[in-house]
T-cell receptor, first 110, second 114 residues
Framework: GQSLEQPSEVTAVEGAIVQINCTYQ??????LSWYQQHDGGAPTFLSY????GLEETGRFSSFLSRSDSYGYLLLQELQMKDSASYFC???????????FGPGTRLSVLP | DVKVTQSSRYLVKRTGEKVFLECVQD?????MFWYRQDPGLGLRLIYF???????EKGDIPEGYSVSREKKERFSLILESASTNQTSMYLC?????????????FGPGTRLTVT
């Protein structure tokens, strides 16, 4: 089976940089995804890492180390609108479904 | 632009009622999913479907069934609603292509069972 761990909460100030970590235990591995969810909204896809290294998309970057079963989402130049929950997810290597981590609630303070 | 729509944003039902939640996607995705989301428990997979008329149980299928008669539509059915099924229900779709990690979610249905 698959299990993922994330910190439950992270707090940072506007303009800062924050890193949200995700560790996983899987019986196989197809890559790590990240999603953002604002209160009352649906999760939206942010990024995907299939191979080791850093993927950058604007202010957001995501990193993966398969040897360490570890990844992180890096948010730079934080804005108030970045306050949301962030989920990491892995794809089941034996099927088409996904397993999500418990989520990290990010609060950005002025 | 991928669009996943769900039939209702808010729904209130009584214990014992049969409840239908509908989901439609317009991107010709093979895979469709139903999750429920509860505070502190994250997203939990109820059922998913990788093709028309095909279905697979997720982590918490008890008390639920699904139907996929057309590629674009995936229905979640609560045969006899109970108060512990009060939750946010999220539908999602994804393409079958390997090497991609994205799912596209609908806006969610907040179901209250009284």
């Amino acid at each position: 089976g698959q299990s993922l761990e994330q910190p439950s909460e992270v707090t940072a100030v506007e303009g800062a940089i924050v890193q949200i970590n995700c560790t996983y235990q899987t019986s196989g591995f197809y890559g790590l995804s990240w999603y953002q969810q604002h209160d009352g909204g649906a999760p939206t896809f942010l990024s995907y890492n299939g191979l080791d290294g850093l993927e950058e998309t604007g202010r957001f970057s995501s990193f993966l180390s398969r040897s360490d079963s570890y990844g992180y989402l890096l948010l730079q130049e934080l804005q108030m609108k970045d306050s949301a929950s962030y989920f990491c997810a892995v794809r089941d290597p034996y099927g088409q479904n996904f397993v999500f981590g418990p989520g990290t609630r990010l609060s950005v303070l002025p | 632009d991928v669009k996943v729509t769900q039939s209702s944003r808010y729904l209130v039902k009584r214990t014992g009622e049969k409840v239908f939640l509908e989901c439609v996607q317009d991107m010709d995705h093979e895979n469709m999913f139903w999750y429920r989301q509860d505070p502190g428990l994250g997203l939990r997979l109820i059922y998913f479907s990788y093709d028309v008329k095909m279905k697979e149980k997720g982590d918490i299928p008890e008390g639920y069934s699904v139907s996929r008669e057309k590629k674009e539509r995936f229905s979640l059915i609560l045969e006899s609603a109970s108060t512990n099924q009060t939750s946010m229900y999220l539908c999602a779709s994804s393409p079958k292509r390997e090497g991609l990690g994205e799912q596209y979610f609908g806006p969610g249905t907040r179901l209250t069972v009284t």
